[in-house]
């Protein structure tokens, strides 16, 4: 565990079934232009016309921009961005889910020509907050809302790397579970995987921390606990709200500690192949942890303490840290997530350039508490293949 550590979170959280009504009160203070970053699909499901109702009824300027990408690459953002920058607004709003999100947050510290995307994935501290920002996810989730860091392709290495800089921290956050409500099942069960890698990753990960472990073990217990019925209700609002404070502690974590090998191997899957990226975690979740299990045996037994309700006190670590990955395992067979690159055409002749392209994300691989060399990111390609 490491001696000195920190948090950098959100600077005011608005959460709850009604807290899209706290909106008015953000923008009472003297905001004269908004611009508000989606997609179609969610401009589509409606889920912009309450925010705007609101903004309409504080006479407030805004603009939407919605042809945001999933998971776009630098140039595709970069458009955004420029495209942002011509409304010369004060204040942004997203209302989406990680892609959205994270376009916007670059364009907070991108507003002025000094600096692009291409700069920052070399440099990422360049540049530093100009425009406030609310962000007000729509699935639970990426916990895009709690963390300094966007994630975009880079076409020319077949690879997503993600920019990390706490200027991008978002000023304010929405977390009201009418915005998932009618998620469709395949999006809230691949980003609610998303957010439980995030949270067991970072209870695992070499950074971890007292101050981390407080967030990622209730996001765990959150997540664990909700995720199916979540997914599978669309009138389980309980659960569903559950999911969006446990994907949001997940990400806080991420800001205190940071994920390990499963999302350093994951980002050549979006890279190159556009797999979603909540779906290439489920894909890995498994078999990084069993790979992992040597090292991380006794945190799984925490969590299982912590996350099983009624559950065997008597069990051994061994025993414990079995199941908690049985577990895992069995939540992504129940939500339906494809664990097999067959499904994508993948070929088993693109492995070498796999693991090549896995073994540059060092930024995430150097979290993992078991080394992982390139014939270890060859073993584990080879079982989902």
């Known amino acids: 565990m490491l001696a000195d550590y920190q948090l950098k979170m959100p600077k005011n959280i608005n959460a709850g079934e009604h807290a899209l009504e706290q909106l008015a009160g953000i923008i009472a203070n003297g905001v004269k232009k908004i611009v508000i970053f989606t997609d179609k699909g969610i401009l589509g499901a409606g889920l912009v016309d309450v925010p705007k109702a609101i903004i309409e009824e504080a006479g407030i300027d805004y603009t939407i921009i919605s042809d945001i990408p999933a998971e776009p690459n630098y140039h595709e953002a970069q458009a955004m961005i420029d495209e942002f920058k011509k409304q010369e607004a004060d204040f942004i709003i997203a209302i989406g889910g990680g892609s959205v999100m994270d376009v916007a947050k670059l364009s ?200 099983v309700k009624n559950g065997n006190k008597d069990l051994s670590v061994d025993e414990k840290s079995g199941y908690m990955i049985n577990q895992l395992e069995e939540m992504v067979k129940v939500l339906e997530i494809p664990t097999s690159l067959k499904t994508f055409n993948v070929p088993e002749e693109d492995l070498d350039g796999l693991v090549a392209a896995g073994m540059e994300v060092t930024r995430l691989l150097v979290n993992n508490k078991r080394e992982v060399t390139p014939k270890d990111a060859r073993k584990i390609y080879l079982e989902i293949m």
């Open 108 to 307: 907070s510290i991108l507003a002025t020509d000094e600096y692009t995307v291409k700069d920052l994935l070399d440099e990422p501290l360049l540049a530093k907050k100009q425009i406030t920002s609310l962000m007000i996810p729509t699935t639970a989730g990426t916990g895009a809302e709690a963390t300094p860091n966007s994630i975009v392709g880079v076409p020319e290495k077949d690879l997503k790397i993600g920019i990390v800089n706490p200027e991008m921290i978002a000023d304010y956050v929405i977390l009201d579970s009418r915005m998932i409500k009618n998620l469709p099942k395949p999006i809230a069960a691949a980003t609610g995987v998303d957010a439980l890698c995030h949270a067991i990753e970072c209870f695992t990960s070499a950074k971890a921390n007292p101050i981390s472990n407080t967030f990622a073990l209730e996001a765990l217990d959150l997540i664990m606990n909700n995720l199916v019925e979540a997914c599978t209700n669309p009138e389980a609002l309980k659960a569903k709200s559950d999911m969006l404070l446990g994907s949001f502690y997940a990400g806080v974590a991420i800001t205190s500690s940071g994920t390990t090998a499963v999302h350093a191997l994951s980002y050549p899957l979006g890279g190159k192949y556009h797999i979603a990226h909540g779906v290439s975690n489920a894909m890995l979740l498994t078999p990084v942890m069993k790979f992992n299990e040597p090292a991380i045996k006794d945190l799984l037994a925490i969590a299982y303490d912590r996350v």
